[in-house]
């Protein structure tokens, strides 16, 4: 499934849809009309309850669907009122407001290219266990939000990243346990503030000011049975990558090339502390994925007027348009 957090046109407030066929079904409400068991008013209220209650919801969430596309006669007149146009609803991030946030520097290429750029090789602790940093939860946007440039900035780029979003709270996940603690996969585009965040290393801190400003999540979570197909080994997807400015194409990848699984990041992350339902982790930028990388020859730093369109095979497209602040 597609799982969205949306808002239909002219109305407010956040729900919970599935992304089916060009429209989005209201999950809450087509459960109600055709009288999913087990179902609740709460539990497909959000994205949130669900996750709280991931095994069960997701079982709940499946029903729905099922009955919604095989409705008949009266019930699919019912249901119809439950589906709304895709291009007339507001897309949120999956998540409103994660617990935490977990980028993490797992793309090899990445480390090596964004390093030779300054002139360094990639150090040998990379190689040793993955590495992350923690980013704002506060600084969400979603597919089609515009992103403020910070007037602090003049060398604003962008990260084609892949991201899990975390189903259960657990602690000491084994590599190899992974899939059992994640909901689903999306779309995360780490904006960064090239300028700001070399002189936050440069002071061995960091980065902080340089990352915080913004974080763009979706426009789906797409469960891992869907995504099935794609799947190469315990921890990675084949899955295609690409990022547009203004239309044309600037990196591209594939998210098969993570040197560090999801599994080894979970495994990193959740030792000694607790992952909950919301947590997203970040894979970190794949090879030739920003700016940064490819360098002034191929495009200048980002600039109000410029959109950014980061696509994932299978999970879609992430779109923003660069504003002033």
């Not at 989005?24 to 949130?48: F, G, K, T």
């Amino acid at each position: 499934m597609k799982l969205v957090s949306f808002t239909p046109r002219g109305a407010s407030g956040r729900l919970l849809g599935v992304i089916l066929d060009g429209s989005v079904l209201e999950l809450n409400r087509a459960a109600a009309i055709l009288d999913v068991p087990e179902s609740s008013p709460a539990l497909l209220a959000r994205m949130e309850s669900l996750l709280q209650e991931w095994d069960h919801g997701l079982l709940v969430a499946r029903e729905t669907v099922s009955r919604a596309e095989t409705a008949v006669g009266a019930s699919r007149d019912r249901v119809a009122g439950a589906r709304h146009v895709l291009d007339q609803v507001t897309l949120h991030p999956p998540v409103a407001r994660p617990p935490s946030i977990r980028d993490f520097y797992a793309f090899e290429t990445h480390v090596r290219n964004a390093r030779a750029r300054r002139g360094l090789p990639v150090p040998p602790e990379w190689y040793e266990f993955p590495v992350f940093y923690f980013t704002n939860p506060g600084s969400l946007v979603g597919h089609g939000a515009p992103v403020r440039k910070p007037a602090w900035t003049e060398a604003l780029d962008y990260e084609l990243e892949i991201a899990c979003v975390i189903a259960k709270e657990a602690r000491d996940v084994p590599a190899e346990h992974w899939r059992s603690v994640v909901a689903g996969l999306t779309i995360l585009n780490d904006w960064s503030a090239r300028d700001v965040q070399r002189k936050e290393m440069a002071v061995g801190l960091g980065p902080a000011k340089g990352k915080d400003f913004a974080t763009s999540l979706g426009p789906a979570l797409v469960t891992l049975d869907e995504l099935e197909p794609s799947r190469v080994d315990d921890g990675r997807h084949d899955l295609a990558m690409e990022a547009r400015v203004n239309g044309r194409a600037l990196s591209r990848g594939n998210a098969r090339d993570l040197h560090f699984t999801f599994g080894q990041m979970i495994a990193r992350a959740s030792q000694d502390v607790y992952l909950f339902p919301g947590d997203v982790i970040g894979s970190g930028t794949v090879g030739g994925g920003c700016l940064l990388e490819l360098g002034p020859e191929v495009h200048p730093w980002l600039r109000p007027g410029d959109e950014v369109t980061l696509e994932i095979e299978r999970l879609g497209t992430l779109s923003n348009k660069i504003v002033e602040a």
